[in-house]
């Protein structure tokens, strides 16, 4: 079958990749005690190295980055060890693999750390911990001037202990309601200095964090995911918007490898981004690569990508039904169907 999507595509001048298609990042919860990766996960991933591009679960940051059980460290010698198992694995079997860099923010839970939950300002949200129902959210504690600086230094460790891991690059993960996207949205961020009141100052956090990560690592390296209109532990307001038209300007400055958008179905429409869907407004914003995202086909995802709505395609659920996805979509063979089941355990 010859189509764009089954071609190589190379990313910059350092990565090529054999094809479009990306296994998107896919929180598992699989991690041992001390959040080191384990054996299981090493087969996981090699499994599934046919993809273009691997991106990895989302993987914290620092001890306070935690709010979900079992979720793999980037900040121990441990931690870092166990993941070159996984680049390795991943390496051998001919694949190419991104770390994405996370930090939840408000949605951490001081059960798994010592310390305060930081967000940009004291707003908290309702819910508990995923898997651990018993675990409420709590107010957290404002992020000071040298909290963030100290995160935005955490960021770029992390980054150059997953070169050091053996992982082709990063994402920096900013979408989703999470530390970096609560910055940039004004339910979640009513500071009153340098980063918070105006799209110039929101967009500050996330433009430092991209920066020191380029610094530590390279714009090669260095990629991003955004999910402007998309609302999760997140309240709306139509003024977000003017805080991403911002950034989006400021990030087509920094040649990023890619940003990859959107957290839901691409064929809805956000009336905060005037009736768009997240792939249409990135386009439209943005000019470098970018990667869609949200219950596409194969057959979708080529007529998408044909139609230059974007460049890559990231694939997540079918993908763990599926580990030889691309063979069998190559080959034309019927996929094995996502249940709900297969959450269970790593196959």
């Known amino acids: 079958m010859t189509t764009e999507l089954l071609l190589p595509f190379k990313l910059n001048s350092t990565i090529e990749l054999k094809n479009r298609i990306l296994m998107a990042p896919l929180t598992r919860c699989m991690a041992d005690e001390n959040l080191v990766p384990n054996q299981a996960m090493v087969e996981y991933y090699a499994r599934r190295a046919e993809a273009g591009l691997i991106i990895s679960e989302a993987t914290i940051i620092r001890p306070d980055a935690q709010g979900?059980?079992?979720?793999?460290?980037?900040?121990?010698?441990?931690?870092?060890?166990?993941?070159?198992?996984?680049?390795?694995?991943?390496?051998?079997?001919?694949?190419?693999?991104?770390?994405?860099?996370?930090?939840?923010?408000?949605?951490?839970?001081?059960?798994?750390?010592?310390?305060?939950?930081?967000?940009?300002?004291?707003?908290?949200?309702?819910?508990?911990?995923?898997?651990?129902?018993?675990?409420?959210?709590?107010?957290?504690?404002?992020?000071?001037?040298?909290?963030?600086?100290?995160?935005?230094?955490?960021?770029?460790?992390?980054?150059?202990?997953?070169?050091?891991?053996?992982?082709?690059?990063?994402?920096?993960?900013?979408?989703?309601?999470?530390?970096?996207?609560?910055?940039?949205?004004?339910?979640?961020?009513?500071?009153?200095?340098?980063?918070?009141?105006?799209?110039?100052?929101?967009?500050?956090?996330?433009?430092?964090?991209?920066?020191?990560?380029?610094?530590?690592?390279?714009?090669?390296?260095?990629?991003?995911?955004?999910?402007?209109?998309?609302?999760f532990n997140m309240s709306e307001d139509n003024r977000d918007k003017a805080v991403f038209d911002y950034l989006l300007a400021q990030l087509n400055t920094r040649q990023l490898a890619y940003l990859h958008g959107g957290i839901f179905d691409d064929s809805m429409r956000f009336a905060s981004l005037e009736n768009m869907t997240t792939s249409e407004y990135l386009r439209a914003n943005y000019s470098g690569t970018l990667v869609g995202v949200g219950s596409y086909s194969f057959e979708s995802a080529k007529d998408a990508i044909e139609e230059n709505r974007f460049d890559l395609i990231a694939i997540g659920r079918p993908f763990i039904a599926n580990p030889d996805y691309v063979s069998r979509i190559s080959q034309g063979k019927e996929l094995v169907a996502y249940d709900d089941a297969m959450l269970a355990e790593l196959i």
């Open 68 to 231: 979900y059980p079992n979720t793999p460290g980037l900040f121990t010698s441990e931690q870092i060890q166990g993941w070159q198992k996984v680049t390795d694995a991943v390496h051998a079997n001919g694949g190419k693999i991104f770390a994405q860099l996370w930090h939840v923010g408000r949605v951490a839970h001081p059960h798994f750390f010592d310390g305060e939950v930081l967000a940009p300002s004291a707003i908290g949200i309702e819910g508990s911990v995923p898997r651990m129902r018993e675990l409420t959210y709590q107010t957290p504690k404002a992020a000071t001037s040298e909290d963030i600086q100290s995160l935005i230094a955490d960021y770029a460790k992390a980054a150059e202990n997953a070169v050091e891991a053996g992982f082709d690059g990063v994402e920096i993960h900013g979408a989703n309601g999470y530390l970096i996207d609560q910055f940039l949205h004004y339910a979640a961020n009513e500071r009153e200095d340098e980063y918070g009141q105006t799209p110039e100052n929101m967009s500050r956090f996330a433009l430092d964090v991209v920066d020191a990560v380029i610094s530590a690592i390279g714009t090669d390296k260095t990629a991003l995911r955004l999910s402007p209109g998309a609302y």
